[in-house]
């Protein structure tokens, strides 16, 4: 492979109509805060070197790319960059932020009728743009404008808006990326600049930066010739340090398979251009929930890669790639990018059917977001992205028992895991293999069988035993629990016949806006304080919630003050307890049994 290095002041490779181009096997913009931070640190440093006359070279490693001609152009390279996007954005944007300030003084000096300084300035934008922004060019005798370089689709449209000042709105996390760092630059451009009122001063300031990028900045500047040897070196460089990720390189191995065939190649990039707009861990999650979900197994730790190119591309084991076998890569990728959207909802909470039809309510969506957002239980994923095969009405019952079962399992009794995991695995497969037969009856049993082997009826008892409120937080499977048994009151007390049901759907508490309610006041003062009582104040049984609408004043009162808040309440549970007498140890250990024995018959699979 011919390769020409040349080491150079970063101002060299922009002195002569530079075309720079991010090719679609490249990643989005990805610097962070810790890239961000060691580029700034530099940019001072090398700044108050060369201001106190003492300037010094930085080097920022190297660019690697593959030269090709421009046709109708005389001497006129064009440049695809292999490894170096990252900093050469970044160059970019330090010259855009250096021309955002001087359009400032600029508006300064027309304001003041500085003509000398305006024209100056003026000056200096117009260098600066034709060098780093944009320049123009005769092609075939047509004159048209260049852009000095160009990001991948993903971040094209936003870095080009955003380098000319025009403050676009970004929509994806790689634009949060860019548009950070070009505001964060700006503002250690004008921390730097001194605080006098000459524009001169500044000027010469802005100058120093300038100087810093064209002069003091350097980078290794490797040129190929050869589109395939640039796939491999791509999948083998890292920008700065920051690596590449599963999904960077699923993306550039998919496109590469896809050389030659143009109309798979631009389809396919534009779903991984949305499939890896999420922040990066959130993706892998992605990936790794839906390879879970295709497989009935766990990609390994470090090889989520190659075993995710293997299961959904085995294409690339071949020599070469036939026109039905591009297009398969195509359709692999669109079946990604859907499941994808989906798990973006799922991991949220979000229902993720667009148009719900009965007897799908507002009530049955919010179990999905109690079981992921509330109670965090995203081990649900991977079998609810299969569990959307089933349709709406399937896959809301599939939420239910996954949201029962776990809350029992896992989140109050603490069983391993891993073996209702296997059992997961084992419905996604079944569930897939053929969605309009299965039987979800089978899913009940399998996870009965667990449960009376790892959680017995005895256990779960202890297990609400031990649940209690906790000062400072970490209460919300108590919360959880409350409004659980809220709903499924009236089943219960009309005879718990059948599944578990709630009889009255039209309710649904916010679980955000409502409170845990101690009845007996967690912080009693004076005559209120009860001996008896204080051990328990944090029970089970002293607790309730309260909706968004209930009144939740006199929380700290004695029972006799509050007992009419809890009859006005429109929770059931309040009710029962505002209908009491008195609050006794008596009545506590009542209503605890009561609570045990109520949540032992919703608690079913």
């Known amino acids: 492979m011919r390769v020409d290095p040349v080491h150079a002041a970063v101002g060299t490779f922009f002195s002569n109509s530079p075309m720079f181009r991010v090719p679609k096997y490249q990643r989005s913009y990805a610097w962070e805060i810790s890239e961000l931070e060691d580029y700034l640190k530099d940019l001072e440093e ?92 005769e092609v075939n005798r047509q004159t048209r404008v260049v852009e000095s370089l160009i990001l991948s689709n993903a971040d094209s449209q936003f870095f080009k808006d955003l380098i000319r000042g025009l403050d676009p709105a970004p929509s994806r996390e790689s634009h949060n990326r860019i548009k950070l760092v070009y505001e964060s630059l700006i503002s250690k451009i004008q921390e730097l600049m001194p605080s006098s009122a000459l524009i001169v001063d500044k000027l010469d300031s802005l100058e120093i930066f300038q100087l810093v990028i064209d002069s003091d900045f350097s980078i290794i500047h490797i040129v190929t010739y050869n589109t395939q040897e640039a796939y491999k070196l791509f999948q083998v460089l890292n920008d700065r340090g920051k690596s590449l990720t599963e999904g960077d390189l699923l993306r550039a191995k998919t496109l590469e398979l896809l050389e030659g065939f143009q109309t798979q190649q631009n389809s396919t990039e534009s779903y991984w251009d949305d499939i890896l707009k999420d922040k990066s861990k959130s993706t892998e999650n992605f990936l790794r929930w839906i390879y879970q979900s295709n497989n009935g197994s766990r990609a390994g730790r470090n090889t989520l890669f190659d ?129 309009t037969t299965y039987n979800i009856l089978d899913f009940r049993t399998d996870l009965n069988n667990l449960m009376s082997s790892k959680v017995t009826l005895t256990q779960f008892r202890a297990a609400l035993d031990g649940l209690s409120y906790k000062v400072g937080g970490g209460n919300k499977p108590l919360k959880y629990l409350l409004m659980t048994l809220e709903h499924f009151k009236r089943w219960y007390e009309q005879g718990a016949n059948g599944n578990p049901t709630c009889m009255d759907k039209t309710r649904v508490y916010d679980f955000t806006s409502t409170t845990i309610e101690h009845v007996y006041p967690r912080n009693a003062t004076g005559t209120n304080i009860d001996s008896g009582l204080e051990p328990l104040k944090n029970s089970l049984e002293n607790l309730t919630f309260m909706g968004a609408t209930d009144n939740v004043a006199g929380s700290n009162d004695s029972f006799n003050i509050k007992r009419p808040i809890f009859q006005a309440s429109s929770v059931g549970l309040n009710i029962d307890i505002g209908n009491l007498a008195q609050w006794t140890t008596t009545e506590l250990a009542a209503r605890k049994t009561s609570l045990k024995d109520m949540a032992c018959a919703i608690f079913v699979i």
Request: with cysteine.
């Open 46 to 137: 090398t700044y108050n070197k060369r201001k106190n006359g003492t300037p010094i070279n930085h080097f920022f490693g190297g660019m690697v790319s593959v030269e090709s001609t421009v046709t109708g152009v005389v001497n006129q390279k064009r440049h695809e960059l292999v490894d170096g996007q990252q900093r050469c954005a970044t160059f970019v944007l330090t010259i855009a932020a250096i021309i955002k300030v001087y359009q400032s003084l600029l508006a300064q000096t027309i304001s003041s009728g500085d003509t000398t300084n305006q024209s100056i300035i003026q000056s200096r934008i117009e260098r600066l743009t034709s060098r780093f922004i944009e320049f123009r060019q």
């Open 307 to 435: 075993d995710f190119l293997s299961s959904f591309y085995p294409q690339h084991n071949n020599a070469s790639i036939s026109n039905l076998e591009a297009n398969q890569i195509l359709v692999t990728t669109k079946t990604i990018h859907t499941e994808i959207q989906i798990a973006r909802k799922i991991s949220v909470g979000s229902w993720p059917y667009p148009n719900t039809s009965q007897p799908i309510t507002a009530w049955d969506r919010n179990r999905l977001n109690l079981l992921i957002r509330e109670l965090g239980l995203t081990v649900s994923i991977p079998i609810l992205l299969a569990s959307y095969k089933l349709g709406e009405s399937k896959f809301s019952e599939m939420t239910q028992i996954l949201e029962f079962f776990l809350f029992k399992y896992k989140v109050l009794s603490n069983a391993h895991i891993e073996a209702a995991v296997t059992v997961f695995h084992k419905h996604c497969l079944l569930i897939r293999a053929n969605p």
